[in-house]
């Protein structure tokens, strides 16, 4: 398995941009997916955008036109831009990581970071 440190959460104002990084114990190339997920209060954890291990990426369309992820292999650290924030973003964002075993898929995630955006 791979363990998973989200930062870069915080309180900003709407209209405004936020960076999270997620800091992966071990190389990222070799995971087949990497992604964000968030889950408001109340609410179920729902995908925000992932990245496979070729490149391809996904967005759900709330995030479509204003968040961008993207990895760096060099530090093994995949990072969501988050522009033209609103309140409805507020949320707990986990990093999510799926391991290939050669027969399975593993799944882990971080611990969360809150990112809470003021009207």
Excluded at 8 to 13: D, E, I, K, N, T
Excluded at 25 to 52: E, H, N
Excluded at 63 to 86: C, E, H, P
Excluded at 94 to 105: E, I, K
């Amino acid at each position: 398995q791979v363990q998973l440190v989200e930062s870069g959460g915080g309180l900003v104002q709407t209209g405004g941009s936020l960076r999270l990084s997620c800091a992966a114990s071990r190389s990222i190339s070799s995971l087949a997916t990497m992604g964000w997920y968030r889950q408001a209060p109340g609410k179920p954890r729902d995908l925000v955008a992932f990245i496979t291990s070729t490149g391809i990426t996904n967005y759900a369309d709330s995030a479509k036109g204003r968040f961008a992820i993207s990895t760096d292999n060099r530090d093994n650290t995949v990072y969501l831009q988050m522009n033209s924030l609103k309140p409805e973003d507020t949320a707990i964002y986990f990093c999510h990581a799926n391991v290939w075993t050669g027969s399975r898929f593993l799944s882990s995630w971080g611990p969360g970071t809150q990112v809470t955006i003021s009207s």
